[in-house]
């Protein structure tokens, strides 16, 4: 199965209003291409004189793209690289500022589906988990190195793990015997250790999976520095819609949009400000969109997503 694109028509929505038209040239860039749902979804919907420029770290994006190349030709392009680096591949592009700034973050279906990318604890592969294969190292290469130490911190870190030193003490005498190199190895290995009775419904190697795959690729970097340089890079008017779909996540982007928010930062007793800051945000939605149970029923995936979102002053 494809993936179903989340919160679609919210997002949609938030950006396409961005300086309250549908009309008019924009040039909005969807920095989580993923199988490009909300991509099609805003080439269809936008004026003729819209822009999509979308962005993908995966390699294989570009195939999942031929077909809108071939049905929106001019406004559609694809660029390769990692969103962190969105100044550089917009300046490579010859694009200046943008009228809206989408990111869906976290993993597309036909990764996580695909054992041969080693993102699932379901299916079998190797534990690899890099969104862009050609380039560092695979999640194998720290199961396999990294001391005790480093891995609590891992899986307390990113995966708020809360049997984390058991579970490296385990791959640490468990690697001294066999290798750990496959989704399946280390999957088995936390079952094990987890007691029934502790059990939720979640399956127990969620949690080090997805501390795995943050630090892998660098997810909350990346995130940090896309905000930075995607706010900079919004028009007056122009928007950001930010789909994610954990708490760490979250809180990083509701942190960003509320320091973003605030104007003067001096103390309340000082009569003439002197920081100088001012507001460059407004926040359009304060408390997150949640998908609906309509959405959640038709697509499970859906059902940590938080949508938040911000407009340019
Ligand atoms: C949840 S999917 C997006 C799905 C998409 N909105 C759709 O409707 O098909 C996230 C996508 O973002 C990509 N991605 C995640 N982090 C990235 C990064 N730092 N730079 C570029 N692409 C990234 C992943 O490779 C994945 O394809």
Do not use: W
Not at 223 to 240: D, F, K, P, T, Y
């Amino acid at each position: 199965m494809g993936h179903v694109p989340v919160l679609l028509q919210e997002s949609i929505d938030l950006l396409l209003d961005a300086g309250g038209s549908l009309a008019g040239d924009k040039l909005i860039v969807d920095a989580t291409f993923g199988g490009g749902g909300h991509t099609r979804k805003l080439l269809e919907l936008s004026s003729e004189r819209t822009v999509v420029v979308a962005i993908d770290r995966d390699p294989a994006a570009e195939l999942r793209s031929l077909s809108l190349k071939q049905g929106f030709g001019p406004r559609f392009r694809l660029l390769a690289g990692n969103f962190a680096e969105l100044d550089l591949l917009l300046d490579e592009a010859g694009i200046g500022q943008i009228d809206g700034l989408l990111l869906d973050i976290g993993l597309s279906s036909f990764q996580l589906d695909e054992g041969g990318r080693g993102f699932s604890f379901r299916s079998d592969g190797p534990l690899d988990m890099r969104m862009d294969p050609t380039t560092g190292s695979p999640a194998s290469a720290i199961i396999q190195e990294a001391d005790c130490e480093t891995l609590v911190r891992i899986f307390r870190d990113f995966g708020e793990e809360p049997y984390a030193l058991t579970i490296a003490r385990k791959i640490i005498a468990t690697r001294e015997q066999r290798p750990l190199l496959t989704t399946r190895s280390l999957a088995q290995l936390i079952a094990e250790m987890v007691p029934e009775y502790k059990r939720s419904r979640r399956h127990p190697a969620t949690l080090v999976f997805q501390a795995l795959r943050i630090v892998v690729n660098d997810e909350l970097g990346a995130l940090e520095r896309v905000l930075r340089i995607g706010l900079e890079r919004l028009n007056q008017g122009g928007r950001m819609v930010v789909i994610s779909y954990h708490s760490l996540e979250d809180r990083l982007v509701k942190r960003f949009f509320r320091d973003s928010v605030k104007g003067c930062i001096c103390p309340p007793r000082v009569p003439i400000c002197g920081c100088g800051r001012v507001s460059l945000v407004k926040v359009l939605n304060r408390s997150g969109l949640r998908p609906q149970s309509a959405e959640v029923e038709r697509n499970p995936r859906s059902r940590s997503a938080c949508l938040r979102a911000i407009e340019r002053l």
